[in-house]
């Protein structure tokens, strides 16, 4: 069967079955984390149908970020999309069961388990590289109102002179996590593409420092000297 055939049934199957009131989660995001994979896998030797399996289905478990389960909702969402394939999809074969499960539970940042496949590498690279760029920015912020956190401290954005803390403030999220995931790139193109779009990101820090100072028209030169090394 075609990679298109197998997308199509998944899509329709997961349209169904998938809550899709978690926007920042949904069928349109395992859509868009296979399309950056498929950049990903050009000129290697991975298994197409395993990647684009784990992209339809590393999220079908999705516990929120301040759950105290977190981290082990990939390894779920491992289990249960080996249940949903055997049910609902015999003619997948059976043989990629154990590849597809690894790059699902892989894929977790919270997780911290290391992908030992390409297939994993891809995965988990393209979904972090959903969390870069404007469509990372919207979704950070998607997430954290679902999760009533404020904005940003307004007296200290950077937490220059106070603890960072991102169960408060989604900025400080920017800090603990997002300018971070360059370096847990698995792929030479995902090292490229976090480091582009982290350069975006450094670019809307400062332009909100800027504003906060009264200035609306230019970017902060001080925070683009701070956050330099990520860039």
Same mark, same amino acid.
């Given at each position: 069967?075609?990679?298109?055939?197998?997308?199509?049934?998944?899509?329709?199957?997961?349209?169904?079955?998938?809550?899709?009131?978690?926007?920042?989660?949904?069928?349109?995001?395992?859509?868009?984390?296979?399309?950056?994979?498929?950049?990903?896998?050009?000129?290697?030797?991975?298994?197409?149908?395993?990647?684009?399996?784990?992209?339809?289905?590393?999220?079908?478990?999705?516990?929120?970020?301040?759950?105290?389960?977190? =981290?082990?909702? !990939?390894?779920?969402?491992?289990? +249960? &999309?080996?249940?949903?394939?055997?049910? %609902?999809? #015999? @003619?997948?074969?059976?043989?990629?069961?154990?590849?597809?499960?690894?790059?699902?539970?892989? =894929?977790?940042? !919270?997780?911290?388990?290391?992908? +030992? &496949?390409?297939?994993?590498?891809?995965? %988990?690279? #393209? @979904?972090?590289?959903?969390?870069?760029?404007?469509?990372?920015?919207?979704?950070?912020?998607?997430?954290?109102?679902?999760?009533?956190?404020?904005?940003?401290?307004?007296?200290?954005?950077?937490?220059?002179?106070?603890?960072?803390?991102?169960?408060?403030?989604?900025?400080?999220?920017?800090?603990?996590?997002?300018?971070?995931?360059?370096?847990?790139?698995?792929?030479?193109?995902?090292?490229?593409?976090?480091?582009?779009?982290?350069?975006?990101?450094?670019?809307?820090?400062?332009?909100?420092?800027?504003?906060?100072?009264?200035?609306?028209?230019?970017?902060?030169?001080?925070?683009?000297?701070?956050?330099?090394?990520?860039?």
């Amino acid at each position: 069967m075609e990679l298109e055939q197998w997308e199509r049934r998944f899509k329709e199957y997961l349209e169904q079955h998938f809550p899709q009131e978690d926007k920042a989660h949904d069928v349109a995001h395992f859509s868009r984390v296979w399309q950056t994979a498929r950049k990903l896998m050009q000129g290697s030797q991975a298994n197409a149908l395993i990647v684009l399996t784990a992209c339809y289905f590393h999220d079908i478990v999705n516990l929120p970020k301040n759950h105290p389960d977190r =981290h082990l909702a !990939s390894t779920q969402a491992a289990k +249960e &999309t080996l249940r949903i394939l055997a049910t %609902q999809f #015999a @003619d997948y074969p059976v043989a990629a069961y154990p590849a597809v499960a690894h790059a699902i539970a892989a =894929h977790s940042f !919270s997780a911290d388990i290391m992908p +030992e &496949t390409i297939e994993a590498k891809i995965v %988990q690279d #393209a @979904d972090r590289l959903e969390s870069l760029g404007a469509i990372g920015l919207a979704r950070v912020f998607h997430v954290s109102g679902q999760l009533g956190r404020g904005l940003f401290n307004a007296e200290d954005p950077l937490a220059l002179h106070r603890p960072l803390d991102d169960t408060r403030y989604t900025f400080d999220h920017f800090q603990t996590k997002l300018l971070t995931l360059a370096d847990t790139m698995q792929t030479e193109m995902g090292r490229q593409m976090a480091a582009y779009n982290i350069d975006y990101l450094v670019t809307f820090i400062s332009k909100l420092c800027a504003e906060l100072k009264g200035e609306y028209c230019q970017l902060d030169s001080e925070t683009l000297a701070r956050f330099r090394g990520y860039r």
